[in-house]
């Protein structure tokens, strides 16, 4: 079936150093994405969510990026901070009907 | 303002049990949904409820169920427990029907020994 898949399950980066967290997808007719962040023990935070009519959007230290050509979503996070460990999951809303479709998240590790 | 609320936090069963899990939607949300997120998985949708009413469900069987309130709170009610069925259980609310934003509780942790 379509789903939302993402390319590493682990990134480990420097601290202060930019990361980048990727993530594909497969329903072309999708029109809405969300990132959320999910620390250990607890649910899924939002982060940023973007529509398929914009190709970026920009947070307070996060980006995301959207390629519809080859259905692509990144999250770009600048100057990443210890507090930023955690796992990563990109969603496809469809319309509310299905829930959210998950990937099965990136583990990014912040190294000192 | 208080977030969404599940409870119990934690709970243990054993197999052919049944479970019960609670969750309290941020005030003025009508929409419900739950997800189970096994270890080592994303998050599999399960349930949503909106205005009362069971909306849609995910690819289970039907021994998950669960039902909401007239408060908008919401029971998952999941019988004839499975040692698979261990999990974190995620509730999440939004303000309308269908609506984007989806915020999540902290997720109830089911084991089944």
């Known amino acids: 079936g379509e789903s939302v898949g993402l390319h590493l399950p682990t990134l480990s980066v420097q601290e202060g150093d930019n990361s980048i967290i990727n993530c594909a997808y497969s329903n072309s007719a999708s029109d809405y994405f969300i990132w959320y962040k999910q620390e250990s023990g607890k649910g899924p935070q939002f982060i940023i969510d973007?529509?398929?009519?914009?190709d970026k959007r920009q947070g307070q230290r996060v980006t995301v990026l959207l390629n519809k050509t080859v259905k692509h979503l990144s999250l770009q996070i600048a100057a990443t901070q210890p507090g930023d460990s955690a796992v990563y999951f990109c969603?496809?809303?469809?319309?509310?009907?299905?829930?959210?479709?998950f990937g099965k998240g990136t583990h990014l590790i912040i190294q000192p | 303002e208080a977030g969404v609320t599940q409870s119990p936090t934690h709970l243990i069963k054993t197999r052919g049990q049944q479970a019960t899990l609670r969750c309290s939607p941020i005030?003025?949300?009508?929409?419900v949904y739950w997800y189970q997120q096994a270890l080592g998985l994303g998050l599999q949708f399960l349930l949503w409820y909106d205005e009362g009413e069971e909306r849609n469900r995910g690819n289970f069987p039907p021994r998950f169920s669960g039902r909401q309130f007239p408060n908008y709170s919401s029971e998952l009610n999941v019988n004839a427990l499975e040692l698979e069925d261990s999990a974190l259980y995620l509730c999440?609310?939004?303000?309308?029907?269908?609506?984007?934003?989806?915020?999540f509780g902290p997720g109830t942790r089911l084991t089944v020994l």
């Open positions: 005030s003025g949300h009508t929409s």
């Open positions: 973007i529509r398929s009519n914009m």
């Open positions: 999440a609310s939004t303000l309308l029907a269908g609506g984007n934003e989806q915020f």
């Open positions: 969603a496809e809303n469809r319309g509310g009907a299905d829930g959210l479709t």
